[in-house]
């Protein structure tokens, strides 16, 4: 299985923005499709996006939708989040996600290999 490591989190304000990224090593990365996921605390892990493994294809929770934007640079096994116009209830604990073969779902079930995740906290 691929091994995954967030970087990137950290404390900013509102209207502000973070660049995620999560490397990927022990694994073929182009084959698998990648996902972020995140966490507030006393919440459900939920999704936030994905992309395919070609990057042809993304696709976005609604409440980050517009102000999201992910990719991927297969050639340095990496994922980005691009976060801008980060509101308070942004803040999570945010973990990427490697879903070998796998079309790029929103189904977290799918997904076979986590990152630890990197906190972002978002003040008003």
């Known amino acids: 299985q691929v091994q995954l490591v967030e970087s990137g989190g950290g404390l900013v304000q509102a209207g502000g923005s973070l660049r995620l990224s999560c490397a990927a090593s022990?694994?073929?990365?182009?084959?698998?499709?990648m996902g972020w996921f995140r966490q507030a605390p006393g919440k459900e892990r939920e999704f936030v996006a994905t992309i395919s493994r070609s990057s042809g294809n993304t696709y976005y929770a609604p409440s980050v939708k517009g102000r999201f934007t992910i990719s991927r640079d297969n050639a340095k096994n990496t994922v980005y989040l691009q976060m801008n116009s980060l509101k308070p209830e942004d803040t999570a604990f945010y973990y990427c996600?490697?879903?070998?073969?796998?079309?790029?779902?929103?189904?977290?079930?799918?997904?076979?290999?986590w990152g630890q995740g990197t906190q972002v906290t978002v003040s008003e």
């Open positions: 996600a490697a879903d070998l073969y796998g079309l790029g779902v929103e189904n977290m079930d799918e997904y076979d290999s």
């Open positions: 022990g694994g073929t990365f182009s084959s698998y499709a």
